[in-house]
């Protein structure tokens, strides 16, 4: 029978003693009020009721509880809040069982440490992402998750964001039981007349004992806090987070729940919430074009890669990541040879690491065929050409797929520079053509920049979208342009940088200054891990149609000139000694600088950490502006995106779009008109920020 509580989105019925209560509240069952206010209630009847011997939580649909209801982000909190609703949960006097199946994540796990016991189904997903969004788990995470399974697995799950998967959450302890099926009330029925049988009763988290050797937890809780500092590159809620798991192991339950709202509240309050936010929506927005409103993607089934180097490899390891056949074409038996280690160096070194099996390589590597033949991708959905970068070499594989490929076939390539409209245009097919620019290493970088000639169909555009997911990479829509989003605006700042190294800083002091920023590295590490010869070829490549009056600093090609690229070489603007991947400042490089400096005649001056950031997102500011100002960008979000998936800005900060109107862009305009006293030719202020300045508008109006 239905006991019928009041909130629609949650359901009970008492079946044999046991209060079936179901969460119902698509598409993720997120903890919005109605949810929360109808479990307190169903704990509240079933408190009530002698006729109730336990209650099994479940989630309706695909998942057990998603997390919180974005819908209430950044709106006054409702009662009753989740703190509340948990500490409930744990109080009941019958024993509370969670079935959870799908996502348990941030509030829908704190919901299931309340429960007394867990059973989780094979496709169970479960987290604490809070630090992703600037925050920490706020409805007792902090203290029942380290009372539960210690402080080095709790502060793993809490500072990572991490999903674990059924087994592992049953391994360190999170889950009692795992269940068979895909039917978490049959399941969770199963379990919990079990347990009653077995006289099993309530049995509070709360009061779990893994925190009781205090030496090994504290031992854990001071690794985890010197491995913080080192990594968190300046993000505020990790430190809160070991703050308060610091607080579970010294202080009474009741008592860390009080510490744990404190420096809740204190997350809540930081600036760095609101780009982690930005971040998160932008996210979402992003992954949806014009195109994929209007179309229906193409069926892929098959991919086709051309060229096996780096690039070509990670693409191709993506691919087959997402269980796609993958057919890789190369131009003679012994390069194609590379290419499949290049391949399978990825997969051995998941193997070496325990992280895959071999017989799991080999079903993957058995998707895998090559060939020195065009011919092979006739069958092929849609094929990427990851070859030189080189307008008519491109177009020489053009040329061949336009013979070879099936009618429908999406021909993509992965240059990051070159006229996609120009490549388009060389064969009979433009309408098929897309720019699918990937970043280095494309098996891991979630980056991918969805680039759109003026001729491309509406599916193919949807096609790319539909890619990036099964890829699960993060789409962003580019226009057609030099560099499209990302490299466009990188070649404007990584020049005021070479100008502020001319001019007096050292790289060393740039990197640095950029790093306190909260990059992982600053522009000339990441010159030497990319490889200078890539940006010394574009420099030459745009040498004919550089503006002559415009300033040009020679130090990166005399770099270049004497063969040193960067890590592969052992030497760019770092020294690395016997193949190491971190560098040390090279005395040399600062003697190359010194002597450029003179032939251009440049008095050196010091420069401020401060000032070398207000230079540096001043020129990536005004080009982003520039970006939109000519719609190869459509929003002020796709550069966000694009910036701290691609790039490295730091999420936290929300991407130099999201930064800027944090700054204020009175203060941006103001710091390039400053500098234009300078060099005007450089610092011509974006005719989009000087119209949103006059406005009083911000970039996130454009984003609506």
């Given at each position: 029978?239905?006991?019928?509580?009041?909130?629609?989105?949650?359901?009970?019925?008492?079946?044999?003693?046991?209060?079936?209560?179901?969460?119902?509240?698509?598409?993720?069952?997120?903890?919005?009020?109605?949810?929360?206010?109808?479990?307190?209630?169903?704990?509240?009847?079933?408190?009530?009721?002698?006729?109730?011997?336990?209650?099994?939580?479940?989630?309706?649909?695909?998942?057990f509880i998603g997390g919180a209801d974005i819908r209430e982000f950044g709106k006054p909190p409702l009662s009753p809040a989740l703190p509340e609703v948990c500490n409930r949960i744990e109080a009941c006097s019958k024993p509370v069982i969670a079935a959870i199946h799908g996502p348990a994540l941030g509030g829908g796990l704190e919901?299931?440490?309340?429960?007394?016991?867990?059973?989780?189904?094979?496709?169970?997903?479960?987290?604490?992402?809070?630090?992703?969004?600037?925050?920490?788990?706020?409805?007792?995470?902090?203290?029942?998750?380290?009372?539960?399974?210690?402080?080095?697995?709790?502060?793993?799950?809490?500072?990572?964001?991490?999903?674990?998967?059924?087994?592992?959450?049953?391994?360190?302890?999170?889950?009692?039981?795992?269940?068979?099926?895909?039917?978490?009330?049959?399941?969770?029925?199963?379990?919990?007349?079990?347990?009653?049988?077995?006289?099993?009763?309530?049995?509070?988290?709360?009061?779990?004992?893994?925190?009781?050797?205090?030496?090994?937890?504290?031992?854990?809780?001071?690794?985890?806090?010197?491995?913080?500092?080192?990594?968190?590159?300046?993000?505020?809620?990790?430190?809160?987070?070991?703050?308060?798991?610091?607080?579970?192991?010294?202080?009474?339950?009741?008592?860390?729940?009080?510490?744990?709202?404190?420096?809740?509240?204190?997350?809540?309050?930081?600036?760095?919430?609101?780009?982690?936010?930005?971040?998160?929506?932008?996210e979402r927005e992003a992954a949806k074009a014009p195109e994929t409103q209007v179309a229906y993607p193409r069926p892929i089934t098959r991919i086709g890669v051309v060229g096996g180097g780096t690039m070509g490899a990670g693409i191709a390891v993506s691919a087959l990541d997402a269980g796609l056949p993958v057919t890789m074409i190369?131009?003679?038996?012994?390069?194609?040879?590379?290419?499949?280690?290049?391949?399978?160096?990825?997969?051995?070194?998941?193997?070496?690491?325990?992280?895959?099996?071999?017989?799991?390589?080999?079903?993957?590597?058995?998707?895998?065929?090559?060939?020195?033949?065009?011919?092979?991708?006739?069958?092929?959905?849609?094929?990427?050409?990851?070859?030189?970068?080189?307008?008519?070499?491109?177009?020489?594989?053009?040329?061949?797929?336009?013979?070879?490929?099936?009618?429908?076939?999406?021909?993509?390539?992965?240059?990051?520079?070159?006229?996609?409209?120009?490549?388009?245009?060389?064969?009979?097919?433009?309408?098929?053509?897309?720019?699918?620019?990937?970043?280095?290493?494309?098996?891991?970088?979630?980056?991918?920049?969805?680039?759109?000639?003026?001729?491309?169909?509406?599916?193919?555009?949807?096609?790319?979208?539909?890619?990036?997911?099964?890829?699960?990479?993060?789409?962003?829509?580019?226009?057609?342009?030099?560099?499209?989003?990302?490299?466009?605006?990188?070649?404007?700042?990584?020049?005021?940088?070479?100008?502020?190294?001319?001019?007096?800083?050292?790289?060393?002091?740039?990197?640095?200054?950029?790093?306190?920023?909260?990059?992982?590295?600053?522009?000339?590490?990441?010159?030497?891990?990319?490889?200078?010869?890539?940006?010394?070829?574009?420099?030459?490549?745009?040498?004919?149609?550089?503006?002559?009056?415009?300033?040009?600093?020679?130090?990166?090609?005399?770099?270049?000139?004497?063969?040193?690229?960067?890590?592969?070489?052992?030497?760019?603007?770092?020294?690395?000694?016997?193949?190491?991947?971190?560098?040390?400042?090279?005395?040399?490089?600062?003697?190359?600088?010194?002597?450029?400096?003179?032939?251009?005649?440049?008095?050196?001056?010091?420069?401020?950490?401060?000032?070398?950031?207000?230079?540096?997102?001043?020129?990536?500011?005004?080009?982003?502006?520039?970006?939109?100002?000519?719609?190869?960008?459509?929003?002020?979000?796709?550069?966000?995106?694009?910036?701290?998936?691609?790039?490295?800005?730091?999420?936290?900060?929300?991407?130099?779009?999201?930064?800027?109107?944090?700054?204020?862009?009175?203060?941006?305009?103001?710091?390039?008109?400053?500098?234009?006293?300078?060099?005007?030719?450089?610092?011509?202020?974006?005719?989009?920020?000087?119209?949103?300045?006059?406005?009083?508008?911000?970039?996130?109006?454009?984003?609506?």
């Amino acid at each position: 029978m239905n006991s019928g509580t009041p909130i629609a989105v949650v359901r009970s019925e008492l079946r044999d003693g046991i209060l079936l209560v179901t969460i119902d509240n698509a598409p993720v069952n997120a903890l919005g009020v109605d949810v929360r206010s109808g479990l307190l209630a169903a704990i509240e009847a079933a408190d009530a009721n002698p006729a109730v011997a336990a209650v099994l939580l479940a989630g309706a649909g695909r998942n057990f509880i998603g997390g919180a209801d974005i819908r209430e982000f950044g709106k006054p909190p409702l009662s009753p809040a989740l703190p509340e609703v948990c500490n409930r949960i744990e109080a009941c006097s019958k024993p509370v069982i969670a079935a959870i199946h799908g996502p348990a994540l941030g509030g829908g796990l704190e919901i299931a440490l309340a429960a007394h016991y867990r059973v989780a189904l094979p496709g169970a997903k479960l987290g604490l992402p809070d630090v992703l969004l600037g925050l920490l788990p706020g409805a007792g995470g902090t203290q029942r998750t380290p009372r539960l399974i210690g402080a080095r697995a709790a502060l793993d799950l809490m500072l990572s964001g991490r999903h674990v998967s059924a087994g592992e959450a049953h391994r360190i302890g999170l889950v009692d039981c795992l269940s068979g099926g895909d039917n978490p009330l049959e399941a969770g029925l199963v379990y919990t007349r079990q347990l009653l049988a077995a006289g099993g009763s309530v049995r509070r988290t709360r009061d779990a004992c893994a925190l009781d050797n205090r030496v090994e937890q504290q031992a854990a809780i001071e690794q985890a806090r010197a491995d913080t500092a080192k990594t968190s590159r300046g993000l505020f809620s990790p430190m809160k987070i070991i703050e308060a798991v610091q607080g579970a192991l010294d202080l009474p339950f009741d008592e860390g729940i009080v510490q744990e709202r404190k420096l809740f509240r204190e997350c809540l309050e930081s600036p760095q919430r609101a780009g982690l936010v930005h971040v998160f929506f932008a996210e979402r927005e992003a992954a949806k074009a014009p195109e994929t409103q209007v179309a229906y993607p193409r069926p892929i089934t098959r991919i086709g890669v051309v060229g096996g180097g780096t690039m070509g490899a990670g693409i191709a390891v993506s691919a087959l990541d997402a269980g796609l056949p993958v057919t890789m074409i190369e131009r003679d038996e012994a390069a194609l040879a590379r290419g499949r280690a290049n391949v399978e160096k990825v997969y051995d070194g998941l193997v070496a690491k325990g992280r895959m099996t071999p017989e799991a390589k080999a079903a993957v590597m058995a998707r895998w065929c090559g060939s020195t033949t065009y011919d092979a991708l006739g069958q092929a959905d849609l094929v990427i050409e990851a070859v030189f970068e080189d307008m008519e070499v491109k177009k020489a594989v053009f040329a061949e797929l336009d013979r070879v490929c099936k009618p429908g076939a999406v021909l993509a390539t992965n240059t990051s520079y070159l006229d996609i409209d120009q490549l388009a245009a060389s064969i009979l097919r433009p309408q098929d053509v897309i720019g699918l620019h990937f970043f280095s290493p494309a098996n891991l970088m979630k980056l991918l920049e969805i680039v759109v000639p003026s001729r491309v169909a509406p599916d193919v555009v949807a096609t790319a979208f539909e890619l990036a997911k099964k890829l699960r990479k993060t789409p962003v829509r580019a226009g057609v342009c030099d560099g499209f989003i990302g490299n466009r605006v990188l070649a404007v700042y990584r020049q005021v940088a070479d100008y502020m190294m001319e001019d007096g800083a050292s790289p060393y002091e740039i990197d640095k200054a950029v790093r306190e920023f909260g990059y992982p590295m600053g522009p000339y590490q990441m010159s030497d891990l990319a490889g200078g010869d890539i940006g010394w070829a574009t420099r030459k490549r745009r040498a004919a149609t550089r503006d002559p009056r415009s300033r040009y600093v020679h130090i990166a090609d005399r770099l270049c000139e004497r063969g040193w690229f960067g890590q592969k070489t052992g030497r760019g603007y770092y020294q690395y000694a016997d193949g190491a991947r971190s560098g040390n400042p090279d005395p040399e490089v600062v003697a190359i600088i010194d002597a450029e400096r003179e032939i251009a005649r440049v008095k050196p001056r010091s420069f401020s950490g401060e000032e070398i950031m207000r230079r540096y997102m001043a020129a990536m500011i005004n080009e982003g502006a520039n970006v939109l100002h000519e719609k190869i960008a459509l929003r002020p979000l796709d550069v966000d995106v694009t910036f701290v998936y691609g790039y490295g800005f730091p999420r936290y900060r929300g991407g130099p779009m999201k930064y800027a109107d944090m700054v204020g862009l009175p203060k941006i305009l103001a710091d390039i008109r400053e500098f234009a006293k300078e060099d005007p030719l450089f610092w011509k202020p974006s005719p989009l920020l000087v119209e949103l300045v006059e406005r009083g508008a911000d970039f996130a109006s454009l984003n609506q």
